[in-house]
């Protein structure tokens, strides 16, 4: 199971960023999908999860509205689209697998089986 997360970078406070996470070794369909983020002397961070077999999403309450999670089957991709950024989102984001799907909680981060090597959102103020 390869996870490779991209789309990171600088951003003014208001802008936008779309991260990408390429999944590979893995029947896609069978797991889920969830970004996480860690700020430097912070907790982990269960930012959002999908899906791709059920449709089934979900979102931090401090990005609801913001932000936008998505999956392509095809490319074994999943998209974080990120609006109205503030510098409180500031932090490394992660996106992991879980097989099953479903019951435990999305944003429980343990029972995730892969994880991404992590990339970087900086949003300036």
């Known amino acids: 199971v390869q996870l490779v997360e991209s789309g990171g970078g600088l951003v003014q406070a208001g802008g936008s960023l779309r991260l990408s996470c390429a999944a590979s070794?893995?029947?896609?369909?069978?797991?889920?999908i969830g970004w996480f983020r860690q700020a430097p002397g912070k907790e982990r961070e269960g930012v959002s999860f999908?899906?791709?077999?059920?449709?089934?999403?979900h979102y931090a309450d401090s990005v609801k509205g913001r932000f936008t999670i998505s999956s392509d089957s095809t490319r074994k991709t999943v998209y974080l689209q990120m609006s109205t950024l503030k510098p409180e989102d500031t932090a490394v984001y992660y996106c992991a697998a879980r097989f099953p799907a479903h019951g435990n909680p999305w944003n429980a981060g343990e029972v995730y089986n892969a994880w991404g090597q992590g990339t970087q959102v900086t949003v300036s103020s």
């Open positions: 070794g893995f029947i896609f369909d069978d797991y889920a």
């Open positions: 999908i899906s791709s077999s059920d449709g089934v999403t």
